[in-house]
Antibody, heavy 119, light 107 residues
Framework: EVQLVESGGGLVKPGGSLRLSCAASGFTFSSYTMNWVRQAPGKGLEWVSSISSSSSYIYYADSVKGRFTISRDNAKNSLYLQMNSLRAEDTAVYFC????????????WGQGSLVTVSS | DIQMTQSPSSLSAAVGDRVTITCRASQSISFYLNWYQQKPGKAPKLLIYVASSLQSGVPSRFSGRGSGTDFTLTISSLQPEDFATYYCQQSYSTPRTFGQGTKVEIK
């Protein structure tokens, strides 16, 4: 059974840092592109970042570029999102999601991890 | 970046109604359009991928059509469990942009 489990969320002050993790199981993690998607309270889904299977291709939304860093450890079946210089507008539930090949859809999602940026 | 525009942003419908949600891309995305259903406090659930392919386990009352820039999601006979928010997403290019969502409410 495919499972994606996020952790690392919490309350952080503006300007602070946080590192999210996503533990993957039930599939060959090293074969898949992985994404982070977030959802601010009461708002829609926003794609945040993407990393290819071997970390060769990395992309960021303009809203987080230069502040967030996506990475993965295929030996540990884990995906990460290092979030620096956090702002109030980064407050959201962060989901990790597995992307399906060239078609790019995400059938498998984690349960989400809440990040709250507030003083 | 490709912009995705959904309409309507919300709708009220009764059980048994036929419901259609539209998604328009700012440029051609071929058939790389996916539909998700999300209920409060839950992760999105994939319904339709590459415009018209029904995800395994999703009821056949859900269907998707379209190519290029214009796409639709149709629920042929709305059921109580279908009241949720629906999002389209393009996977033609990165960033993988989402539409703003359509909230389907009970009339």
């Amino acid at each position: 059974e495919v499972q994606l489990v996020e952790s690392g969320g919490g309350l952080v002050k503006p300007g602070g840092s946080l590192r999210l993790s996503c533990a993957a199981s039930g599939f060959t993690f090293s074969s898949y592109t992985m994404n982070w998607v977030r959802q601010a309270p009461g708002k829609g889904l926003e794609w945040v970042s993407s990393i290819s299977s071997s970390s060769s291709y990395i992309y960021y939304a303009d809203s987080v570029k230069g502040r967030f860093t996506i990475s993965r450890d295929n030996a540990k079946n884990s995906l990460y999102l290092q979030m620096n210089s956090l702002r109030a507008e980064d407050t959201a539930v962060y989901f990790c999601a597995r992307e399906h090949g060239r078609d790019g859809y995400s059938h498998y999602w984690g349960q989400g991890s809440l990040v709250t940026v507030s003083s | 970046d490709i912009q995705m525009t959904q309409s309507p942003s919300s709708l009220s419908a009764a059980v048994g109604d036929r419901v259609t949600i539209t998604c328009r891309a700012s440029q051609s995305i071929s058939f790389y359009l996916n539909w998700y259903q999300q209920k409060p406090g839950k992760a999105p659930k994939l319904l339709i991928y590459v415009a018209s392919s029904l995800q395994s386990g999703v009821p056949s009352r859900f269907s998707g059509r379209g190519s290029g820039t214009d796409f639709t999601l149709t629920i042929s006979s709305l059921q109580p469990e279908d009241f949720a928010t629906y999002y389209c997403q393009q996977s033609y290019s990165t960033p993988r942009t989402f539409g703003q969502g359509t909230k389907v409410e009970i009339k």
